[in-house]
């Protein structure tokens, strides 16, 4: 008598006093129902899975605005980047793209390309 591998090593897909049958049996699907006739009206009757989806939305969109609101307030007003050399600010505070081109060549190569 040899005993079978399976059952000495406790696997779950043995067909053993444990309650093997669990396994194949399938749960029943409870469905939600639908919104009454009587409060149609309302409008549409928000499901769970509706309501998992649109509170993970949520979440996830939280935490971006979370993160860019930490990364705004731990900016270094005074750290330097190379690309800020391509850039100059005017009067109104607006930032500028620079041009190795003065305006009035500008303003000639912008109307002999036309």
Do not use: W
């Amino acid at each position: 008598f040899q005993p079978r591998s399976d059952v000495a090593t406790g696997c779950p897909c043995s067909m053993g006093a444990d309650g093997g049958l669990r396994h194949v049996v399938h749960k029943r699907v409870h469905l939600e129902r639908h919104q009454p006739k009587a409060r149609k009206k309302l409008g549409y009757l928000e499901k769970h899975k509706d309501y998992v989806k649109r509170a993970k939305d949520f979440h996830k969109k939280e935490a971006t605005i979370k993160k860019l609101h930490r990364k705004a307030y731990f900016k270094n007003e005074d750290e330097f980047s190379m690309t800020m050399t391509q850039y100059s600010t005017n009067k109104e505070g607006k930032t500028m793209k620079k041009t190795h081109l003065t305006q009035e060549e500008q303003q000639l190569s912008e109307s002999q390309d036309a």
